[in-house]
């Protein structure tokens, strides 16, 4: 089961620019509309075989998202990545459509 973490806690670790590498797990076209800023796009169904030269440390902090709460590409991808041997993986369930009720900033890949 993944751990999960707060978009409180995600916001807080930006604003504090702690070390975290935030992904999105999502289809390329969702993330270039907008992402939490920072994120890298590696889609669920890729995690797999990008993840080894993408996030090399597997000690690293690591917060996966998707869209939402039904949305179910961060937890497949967390799942993936802690059966890689990754040991700091958090979830961010609620996903982008939570971040952005807040008015939180995104980025945008232009």
């Known amino acids: 089961m993944p751990n999960s973490i707060t978009r409180e806690q995600i916001k807080e670790k930006l604003d504090n620019q702690a070390s975290m590498t935030i992904i999105e797990a999502l289809p ?4 270039d509309t907008e992402h939490l800023p920072g994120a890298l796009n590696i889609p669920h169904d890729e995690i797999r075989k990008t993840a080894p030269a993408a996030l090399p440390d597997k000690n690293a902090y690591i917060v996966v998202y998707c869209s939402s709460t039904e949305c179910q590409n961060s937890k497949i991808a967390t799942n993936t990545l802690q ?6 993986v ?3 369930v609620e996903g982008k459509q939570h971040w ?3 008015n939180l900033p995104v980025e945008r890949t232009k």
């Open 90 to 92: 958090f979830e961010y």
């Open 83 to 88: 059966q890689l041997g990754y040991t700091n």
């Open 28 to 31: 390329k076209k969702y993330f």
């Open 100 to 102: 952005l009720e807040a």
